[in-house]
């Protein structure tokens, strides 16, 4: 049973207009929620985190919102670039487990159109 | 410069035979992960080690095998017993949970393609 669900296998949006990534959780023992950003065959670049503690968290271009009650996220991409197309991983710890390990969604391929 | 070393890239496998990847870290992690990614899937923890001499299953180990002789190196061995074997395999290495994640808590390696010919 998947804990952590990115039900958008794919997103296209247009060069400099916001691109919304969403993720959905289960498991409510989750407490810390990470974005990474693949290319095939490369390891995961991590974007920004999260902890359960907060409900938003930005840095740059890239603002990430938490609805606990919803077990929802969303990662904000703004304004999108081109540079920006790439396979998105939302991510979750646990951290009662006393380490890092991390439960992954399935991704989003975001393709930013020129 | 401190990082993940993954060897080799690409490797390919005999039905039937034993590989082992290889990863490395001088990043001074206690932890360290191997994960899988098949396409168009998220990463799948295999398994992990906390400290050396001592490692867990993740959530699909059946056909893996690990050791953590040393500090720096975690290498997985692919198994006969693992029907699919083929896929993109990710090693991770983070401090012992203390903060909360950052970009410089985890550490991931550039991954290796196996694939059974």
């Known amino acids: 049973d998947q804990q952590v669900k990115q039900n958008s296998p794919s997103l296209s949006v247009q060069e400099g207009r916001i691109s919304i990534l969403n993720c959905d959780y289960t498991?409510?023992?989750?407490?810390?929620f990470l974005w990474y950003k693949k290319y095939p065959a490369e390891g995961p670049t991590f974007l920004i985190s999260?902890?359960?503690?907060?409900d938003k968290n930005e840095d740059g271009r890239f603002t990430v919102f938490l609805n606990k009650s919803a077990k929802h996220l969303s990662l904000h991409i703004v304004p999108s670039q081109p540079g920006d197309s790439a396979v998105y991983f939302c991510a979750a710890i646990y951290s009662g487990a006393g380490s890092y390990q991390l439960t992954f969604g399935k991704g989003t391929k975001l393709s930013v159109i020129p | 410069d401190g990082g993940i070393t993954q060897s080799p890239k690409y490797l390919f496998r005999k039905e039937g035979q034993n590989v082992t990847l290889s990863c490395e870290q001088n990043l001074n992690h206690d932890a360290m992960y191997w994960y899988r990614q098949d396409p168009g899937q998220g990463l799948r923890l295999i398994y992990y080690s906390q400290i050396v001499n001592d490692f867990q299953k993740g959530d699909i180990a059946e056909g893996y095998s690990v050791s953590r002789e040393k500090k720096e190196s975690f290498p997985l061995t692919v198994t006969s017993a693992q029907k699919n074997p083929t896929a993109f395999y990710l090693c991770?290495?983070?401090?012992?949970?203390?903060?909360?994640?950052?970009?410089?808590?985890?550490?991931f390696g550039e991954g290796s393609w196996l694939t059974v010919v």
């Open positions: 991770a290495s983070s401090p012992r949970m203390s903060n909360p994640p950052t970009g410089n808590t985890i550490y």
């Open positions: 999260i902890s359960s503690i907060k």
């Open positions: 498991n409510s023992m989750f407490d810390y």
